[in-house]
């Protein structure tokens, strides 16, 4: 652990240089595999998805959602995949449906062009007043009260002191869940004092306590037939008892928090980090900022948002975001894999429990697959 530094993606990087895309290493007690390069790692995820889609026992991943979170549980049987179709569903439908009488073309584009507005004025202010500040603050409250909206059909304040608590903890779970925490490979640690492992403590019983009081709250005034969000899609479910066809699954209302809080937590922290990537890389490049400003101002004009349908008439402003998601590769690693079966790779028998790291950061930066900028 200690030869892995602060920043184990590159030390990682340059032993897949020396030893090759499939190489082990221990971490504390635990003999970890990783994986690097892009077509050893589309064979493993995509090739052998159904050997390497488990995630490994570790101790983090029982803090998040009391141990019964879709993207961080070690299930991967029939009760997982019943959960995640329905996520699915339910972020299908707020995708797709759109309100009549709005010009936006679905649920989720209205409710990102009305926070647009909003954070655009804010930032504006302070540009007028102090001329100068941190993104950071404004645009997560912003991406919290999007998906906020989705999830609860309700936005916040920028000064909500609440939602303020809850996003300034925020940061430690990246951190934490990224590539696991030593207390997860070192078992003593867990008993020794550890502030980052507090403060990721401390941020899911957060969260825990207010998704809860947020589904309450919707139990109260859910009227059946008025779906006002994903929410109140899931209660409805939960209500009719409604039976998943291959598993027979029954939704319990602590599965409905469960399932919220991995629909909140998966486009919260890394939405914002995107955007305020974005922002940086903007701010340091103007002449890039001036051409994504010329092909907003040619294909959509001022006089209107942008809205999806514009994507594919974009081209430059997608380059932009995709190389902003390459170059920055803010998440270095995926969430960590296990395998679920004995099986091989590129030659290499890899047994089953296997913890798996995925080098996302090495196949963004790798010179021989990737044309750097």
């Known amino acids: ?149 989705i999830c609860f059909g309700r936005r916040y304040d920028h000064n909500h002191q609440e939602l303020l608590s809850l996003v300034n903890l925020n940061n430690n779970f990246g951190e934490v869940a990224g590539s696991g925490n030593p207390a997860d490979f070192i078992p003593i640690l867990r008993y020794l004092p550890n502030p980052s492992l507090n403060g990721f403590k401390d941020l899911n019983e957060k969260f825990y306590s207010f998704m809860q009081k947020m589904i309450k709250e919707h139990y109260k005034t859910f009227e059946k037939g008025h779906i006002r969000d994903i929410t109140d ?15 027979n699954i029954q939704l319990s209302d602590e599965k409905i928090i469960n399932i919220v809080l991995d629909l909140f937590g998966a486009g919260f922290d890394t939405v914002t980090t995107a955007i305020s990537w974005s922002l940086m890389y903007l701010v340091m490049n103007p002449r890039v900022q001036r051409k994504i400003q010329e092909e907003l101002d040619t294909v959509i004009g001022r006089s209107r948002q942008p809205r999806l349908s514009d994507r594919s008439h974009l081209p430059y402003m997608e380059a932009f975001i995709l190389e902003t998601f390459r170059h920055s590769s803010f998440v270095p690693f995926t969430i960590p894999h296990s395998t679920t079966r004995d099986t091989s790779l590129k030659g290499f028998y890899i047994p089953k429990g296997r913890c798996v790291f995925v080098n996302q950061w090495q196949i963004n930066h790798d010179q021989a697959g990737v044309p750097l900028t």
Request: aromatic share 6%; charged share 20%; proline share 5%.
């Open 1 to 149: 652990m200690l030869t892995l530094g602060k920043n184990p993606h590159l030390a990682l990087s340059r032993m897949s240089q020396q030893y090759g895309d499939v190489l082990q290493i221990r971490i504390g007690s635990t003999p970890v595999v990783v994986l690097s390069g892009l077509d050893t790692i589309r064979q493993a995820l995509v090739r052998q998805g159904d050997d390497f889609k488990g995630r490994p026992d570790l101790y983090t991943f029982t803090l998040i959602s009391n141990g019964q979170s879709m993207s961080f549980s070690p299930d991967s049987g029939p009760v997982w995949a019943a959960r995640r179709r329905l996520a699915q569903n339910g972020l299908k439908s707020f995708s797709i449906a759109s309100d009549p009488a709005s010009s936006s073309s679905c649920y989720l584009e209205e409710h990102v062009s009305k926070e647009a507005e909003v954070l655009i004025s804010t930032l504006q202010e302070l540009m007028a007043g102090p001329g100068h500040f941190n993104p950071y603050r404004y645009v997560v409250v912003s991406v919290a009260n999007v998906i906020c909206a």
């Open 233 to 247: 899609s899931l209660i409805e479910h939960c209500q009719e008892k409604q039976l998943d066809e291959n598993a």
